[in-house]
């Protein structure tokens, strides 16, 4: 009874988390602020459509999108099914995060946190061709807390991570012109710094491989994927390597 009541709570924790990702998702790629409560930078949650303010109970997690039926209580307009999919997803997340890495409560927040800005930047990505830095920078900073407490120094994540610039850099400079309407060379340095922090010694090729393979895939489809299957890949490589390691 008692892990029943702490999984519920874990999914409860998860969907609270998403709940803010899901004003991320339709701010970010707008460019609307998002911090403080100066009515006159920003503004509490509103419809997308008709710009009505919310009530804090139509905004709640889960519940608000089932009492309102899936549309908006003013306007009528049918509420985009991400918003609902994101907290679901993530609420699993942080429930097979803690059932998989429970016993080091620091290391699954962070792999939590990857988690969480890994769906979102795809769930971004994929509804507007759209990769948020901010989102990118965050994903680093959580590698570079999660390297530190790994390796109990800053020189290894140092040199990965200053290869990784220098890789990016070269792609950026260097790299063959894109003519793909999926820009391969930006969505390449969006993974290779992340997984310079969150990739170390043998998963390095695997990564490698999972990013060709991917690459291959992707070009077969005709599909925006390439970044999706890389960033997936990216996050589950970087669990099996923290789990085979402790």
Known sequence: MILIASYISLFLFGVLISNFTTTLFYRLP????????NQKS???????NCNHDLLFYEYLPILSWFSTLGKCNYCHTPINKSYILLEILIGIIAIILYYLIGQNL????LCFCFAALAVLNIFIYLEHNFISTRITLSIIVTGIIYRTLTDQ??????????LGCILSLWIIREGVEDKSPY???????????????WCRNESVLLFVTSIVLGYLFSKL?????????????LFLISLYNFMTST
């Open 153 to 162: 120094e800053i020189f290894a994540w140092l040199a990965s991570l200053s």
């Open 42 to 48: 920003t503004r509490p949650p509103f419809c997308s």
């Open 30 to 37: 707008r460019n609307i602020m998002i911090s403080g409560f």
């Open 106 to 109: 620091e290391y699954f927040f």
């Open 183 to 197: 820009n391969y060379d930006k969505l390449l340095v969006h993974l290779i710094l992340p997984a310079s922090l």
């Open 221 to 233: 489809i005709k599909n925006k994927l390439f970044y999706p299957i890389g960033l997936v890949n």
